[in-house]
């Protein structure tokens, strides 16, 4: 069974920035997609960035292009998010996610951002 545990949520002025990880185990990882969703309070979860297994792929949705990075160690098994000039707007839990070209199957328990204005 695959496990995605994040890391590296927490609360920031705004303006400033966090990089998020999320390690994965429990399988062959050749080919999995990974990528980050965020919920707010009262919102559906949306998708924020995803990279495909060699990294030739990336998407952003429009809200994160030019101040979101997401990246991957595929030695490691860990993708990050590194989230630049944070808005209260972006307060919300993170969610990492991995699957295939398809699907995503599998998600994180998520981690917390909080930026104050």
């Known amino acids: 069974q695959v496990q995605l545990e994040e890391s590296g949520g927490g609360l920031v002025q705004a303006g400033g920035s966090l990089r998020l990880s999320c390690a994965a185990s429990g399988r062959t990882f050749s080919g999995y997609r990974m990528g980050w969703f965020c919920q707010a309070p009262g919102k559906e979860r949306e998708f924020v960035a995803e990279?495909?297994?060699?990294?030739?792929?990336?998407y952003y949705a429009d809200s994160v292009k030019g101040r979101f990075t997401i990246s991957r160690d595929n030695a490691k098994n860990t993708v990050y998010l590194q989230m630049n000039s944070l808005k209260p707007e972006d307060t919300a839990v993170y969610y990492c996610?991995?699957?295939?070209?398809?699907?995503?199957?599998?998600w994180g328990q998520g981690t917390q951002v909080t930026v104050a204005s």
């Open positions: 996610a991995g699957g295939t070209l398809v699907k995503y199957e599998d």
């Open positions: 990279i495909s297994w060699s990294g030739a792929s990336i």
